[in-house]
């Protein structure tokens, strides 16, 4: 059902207009939504009344004109009418084929089932374009969407045509209320909503993208690493079950390296590789940008890397390091974290954070080298990761302070 409507009768001046009469065109709106169609009469504008978008004065001509005009209003009010009694789509377009005799498309297009056949590709894709991760957050958005539909609508499906700006809020609070999602956590769902919306704008299913003026903004988030003290306490602590050192190992070999857990799960001996500087790198493509990612490896990096290249797991499937399921490794950091007093809620992303601030920028990396072992795209996305420590802004800031003390003492006040 629509939920704004309008007609209104104009006069289309050409470009190079002097004086005569012009075309008459009527608009028909409907949702924001905007389609013209000429009225095959012509009229002068000193004539005309743009308010009432009709011919001014009583003559017969201006009579007999606004009288057809009026023919023309009724014809699309009953239109409109029929498109409802016929619960087709009440859309500006569908009524202008209506007047000028063409045949409406009966298809519809549903939301769920878009969004269905959406996953489905990308799951015949896993392992090529895109990662199982990323599969599995689409699938839970299928799912809350699904959700949503059930719980406000009591339906299980929806077409897309009913989409609009109230969906789209309604669904952000159904996800922070009844879901209890973060606001980045929504904005991610709506996101991949987004996706699925954009794929029927640009296939010319929906005129008017629903999420048009719709603020998609994220928060900013304080993001957790380790100082080099935590990181120096977790690398001497020895655990009694093997379980936790070797987790640990492998969360340091991270915090040295700056990989995410997907790399690290399917990081190969083979991608340790002799660098520029005959050294020893790490040279691989990352799961979730695609792209290569070259890393010097330093001597911790190196001493975890020899200390597991004769594990079974290891040597029977050219591993690097016998890497538990991501669960499992976020479960055993929280025992490592309350082993070692460290009162962070330790998870295994957050070795990444420690790579681009404690171990990288706070010692004077540069931030576009940061970037460039991170396997980051753009300069943008290691902003976010790196932080930069008070340790470092008051090195910094002494340096600044020395430079400017040897100033003042040559100067005589």
């Known amino acids: 059902m629509e939920k704004s409507f309008g007609l209104y009768f104009y006069l289309r001046k050409p470009k190079d207009f002097i004086d005569g009469d012009v075309p008459i065109y009527l608009r028909i709106t409907i949702n924001g939504s905007v389609t013209e169609l000429s009225t095959k009469r012509r009229y002068h504008p000193s004539k005309w009344n743009k308010t009432a978008g009709r011919a001014e004065g009583k003559t017969e001509e201006a009579k007999s004109l606004n009288a057809f005009l009026d023919v023309i209003q009724q014809k699309v009010y009953e239109t409109r009418r029929k498109l409802m009694e016929d619960d087709r789509p009440i859309t500006a377009e569908n009524i202008k084929i209506v007047l000028q005799g063409g045949e409406i498309n009966d298809k519809r297009y549903m939301l769920m089932e878009i969004f269905q056949k959406h996953n489905e590709q990308m799951a015949s894709l896993v392992g090529r374009e895109f990662a199982p991760a990323t599969l599995t957050r689409h699938e839970t958005s299928y799912r809350h969407t699904l959700s949503f539909l059930q719980w406000k609508y009591k339906v299980s499906d929806i077409d897309i045509l009913k989409l609009d700006y109230e969906f789209i809020s309604d669904y952000e609070y159904w996800l922070k209320s009844t879901r209890k999602c973060e606001h980045n956590t929504t904005i991610k769902y709506l996101s991949n909503l987004r996706k699925i919306v954009n794929k029927c704008v640009r296939s010319g299913w929906l005129q008017r993208d629903p999420f048009l003026g719709f603020k998609m903004t994220k928060r900013e988030v304080e993001r957790t690493a380790l100082t080099q003290l935590e990181l120096d306490n977790m690398f001497e602590k020895q655990f009694q079950a093997e379980r936790l050192n070797i987790v640990k190992d492998i969360f340091l070999f991270s915090c040295y390296t700056g990989l995410a857990y997907a790399d690290v799960k399917k990081l190969k001996q083979s991608e340790v ?84 601030t404690t171990i990288t920028l706070s010692n004077g990396v540069p931030i576009e080298t940061v970037s460039k072992m991170l396997g980051h795209r753009n300069l943008k996305t290691t902003q976010h990761y790196a932080k930069i420590l008070d340790r470092k802004i008051s090195d910094d800031m002494k340096l600044l302070c020395d430079k400017l003390s040897l100033a003042s003492n040559s100067l005589k006040i």
């Open 273 to 356: 590789v002799d660098g520029i500087d005959s050294k020893q790198w790490l040279v691989y493509r990352r799961m979730k940008t695609d792209t290569v990612a070259r890393i010097p490896l330093l001597p911790i990096s190196i001493k975890i890397m020899q200390k597991y290249k004769a594990h079974p797991i290891c040597m029977g499937n050219n591993h690097l390091l016998p890497v538990f399921s991501n669960q499992r490794m976020n479960a055993y950091l929280k025992e490592i974290a309350d082993l070692c007093g460290i009162s962070k809620t330790l998870t295994y992303h957050i070795a990444r954070h420690t790579f681009a």
